[in-house]
């Protein structure tokens, strides 16, 4: 949901979107004028076909644009056959015809250097800024659109088999130009986590490591692609980092912290170029190398917690460290951690303070303190100290539980030390950081199915449905992706309609102001499943606002109130009958056609429960 953004979220970069566009026009105003010599109509159809076949040996694309990419450039080899019959054409060439080519030329540049974005560019950014990216695509499918209907076939005598060709892959442009694809709901959800401002608190290593498989950066090769094309990203960028540029970096640099890579500052290093050629000799495969000397590994081992074992003898390389700076050695740090444990369960309610906020640093900081903290005992002491009626005590107390939640052997020590009822405490009756963080840390350990259950029983529902309704923004999206999590376990979602969830959901669906529409919408969804959920919110008013949705919502809007609208139908008629009512049809006919492909599939099958029902 927007922390953990459900199936539709709007990510950072809004304000690059029209940049964007607009760099891509200019591209195309930058080539070279219409005005052309008789004779070079061949010299063009050329050129043209140079750019087609240069873009088939660009190869395998980013996961994330994948699907559009293989369209786009099936098309363009479509035109083959075309530009061949031009390239033969011996007959004079008029002045639409001359224009008509250098306008396919310009498109299909223009396409050429989208897909080369999706072919070498960074992933993150892919990901990130894929609602812009998208809006390139339909960019190039609407300018290839026009210049193929600019195209007088007669006139360079084209064949009746290839007009009817290029005239299907005109039909194809022109259904496809107004189609946006977006992210599954895990996807999203997850990068929203990992892309919020920094605080106190940190995204789930789980959530990360996920986020890292599907964008394929899970690797050091990969990583270190990945940091060549941000710094390119960012020097075609005029070196100016904006604030969705940073964010960018900053889950870059989360990706290398899960893999143990050293975190640098990636504006530093000078730029690499972008490819860079592989000796023709044996390759070794990067997994067989060792990540700290690069040398092939003859006998690897490596424990859960992500750290070569000492067994092997092996000394960590040490950073360099100035001459004038006096570091702590590693017994000197674990004796410091010890004491400030110690210092938790002191009679002294400063020394206390003092101790459980430099513990809530120290477990923010890296993953070897939290497991340091945690073997030298720290959780039980920490526990204690949310009964405390302090409320800065209570403050770092749970925020520091919420870092060592990180860890995933943490998560189950601080579930069995009986840490969910005093965190369920300080969401309670806490200060507003506090009960934000208390939010979060319910989120973190409910990543564990167990821990979901424990969640529940304990009565940690309420007060998360009081937060999403009475809390600050950044309140209100901790509570939803808490509740999101909760809401998978299917007891949950009885828990969550009795606290009164739907109140506070329909009001984030109907202050489109709040951002966060379609995280409540996924939460209903999940809710519809559930026979007291679907009783609760199927009322009418709502089923006006998902029509209402439908209509003028942004294009995972529609999806998720479509998705919703389904789920209702599937098992009561009535609530379709009540959409039809508020003009649904028209809406699902629109979504069918020029939806995203999720909520294509969504109202096609909604429409056929429409069709198949008697009474509608």
């Given amino acids: 949901m927007s922390k953990t953004q459900l199936e539709s979220t709007s990510f950072p970069g809004e304000d690059c979107k029209q940049q964007m566009v607009m760099d891509g026009e200019r591209d195309q105003e930058s080539t070279e004028s219409n005005e052309l010599s008789p004779r070079e109509e061949i010299d063009i159809a050329q050129e043209i076909l140079s750019v087609i076949e240069s873009v088939a040996r660009l190869g395998d694309y980013r996961r994330s644009h994948k699907k559009e990419c293989y369209g786009l450039v099936r098309r363009m080899k479509l ?72 195209v007088p076939f007669d006139e360079f005598e084209i064949s009746d088999e290839v007009k009817e060709q290029v005239e299907l892959m005109k039909v194809q442009l022109r259904r496809a130009k107004r189609r946006t694809d977006t992210q599954d709901i895990e996807l999203a959800m997850d990068m929203m986590v990992v892309l919020t401002k920094k605080d106190d608190r940190n995204a789930d290593r789980a959530i990360i490591e996920r986020l890292a498989k599907k964008l394929e950066l899970l690797s050091v090769e990969d990583l270190e692609n990945e940091t060549v094309a941000m710094r390119n990203l960012v020097k075609e960028r005029g070196n100016q980092v904006t604030e969705s540029t940073q964010q960018m970096i900053d889950l870059l640099n989360k990706f290398k912290q899960i893999v143990g890579m050293e975190v640098i500052d990636v504006l530093d290093d000078p730029v690499v170029p972008k490819m860079l050629k592989k000796s023709p000799s044996l390759i070794i ?28 003898n092996f000394e960590l390389p040490k950073k360099h460290v100035p001459a004038s700076s006096d570091p702590e050695t590693s017994s000197e740090h674990q004796e410091k951690v010890s004491y400030l444990v110690k210092d938790l369960s002191s009679s002294q309610l400063e020394v206390q303070r003092r101790a459980v906020k430099k513990i809530r640093m120290l477990s923010k900081e890296n993953p070897e303190n939290r497991i340091l903290i945690a073997n030298n005992g720290g959780i039980p002491p920490i526990v204690q100290l949310l009964y405390y009626p302090d409320s800065k005590i209570l403050e770092h107390a749970v925020t520091a539980l919420l870092n060592l939640s990180i860890d995933e052997n943490n998560k189950s020590l601080i579930t069995k030390g009986g840490a969910v009822p005093a965190i369920i405490g300080v969401l309670n009756s806490g200060n507003t950081e506090a009960r934000e963080n208390s939010a979060a840390a319910l989120f973190s350990l409910s990543m564990l199915d167990e821990n979901k259950v424990t969640i529940g029983l304990s009565d940690g529902i309420p007060p998360l449905v009081d937060l999403l309704q009475n809390g600050t923004v950044r309140g209100k999206k901790d509570a939803a992706t808490a509740l999101f999590n909760l809401s998978l376990n299917h007891s949950n979602k009885g828990r969550a309609i009795d606290a009164g969830i739907v109140t506070p959901l329909l009001h984030l669906v109907k202050d489109r102001n709040l951002g966060m529409v379609d995280e409540a919408l996924s939460i209903f969804l999940l809710l519809a499943s559930h026979p007291e959920g679907r009783n609760e919110i199927g009322q009418l008013s709502f ?56 909520a294509q599939r969504k109202a096609n099958s909604l429409l056929q429960l429409m069709s198949k029902a008697e009474h509608i």
């Fill in 79 to 150: 035109l083959l056959p075309f530009l061949e019959e031009i390239k033969d054409f011996d007959g004079p060439i008029s002045d639409v015809g001359i224009a008509s080519l250098s306008s396919l030329k310009k498109a299909l540049v223009l396409a050429k250097k989208l897909l080369t974005t999706c072919n070498e560019g960074s992933k993150i950014y892919l990901v990130v800024e894929s609602e812009a990216v998208m809006m390139r695509f339909h960019n190039v499918l609407e300018k290839l659109w026009k210049a193929l209907e600019a």
């Fill in 543 to 598: 089923i006006e606002t998902l029509v209402e949705l439908m209509k003028d919502g942004t294009p995972k809007n529609k999806e998720c109130a479509t998705s919703v609208l389904l789920e209702l139908g599937s098992t009561n008629s009535s609530f379709m009958l009540a959409a039809l009512q508020f003009g649904v049809y028209e809406n699902l006919v629109e979504i069918s056609k020029s939806g995203t492909n999720r």
């Fill in 285 to 312: 495969p990067h997994e067989f190398l060792c990540p700290i000397t690069l040398e092939i590994m003859t006998d690897p081992v490596i424990v859960a917690s992500g750290q070569w074992c000492e067994n092997n």
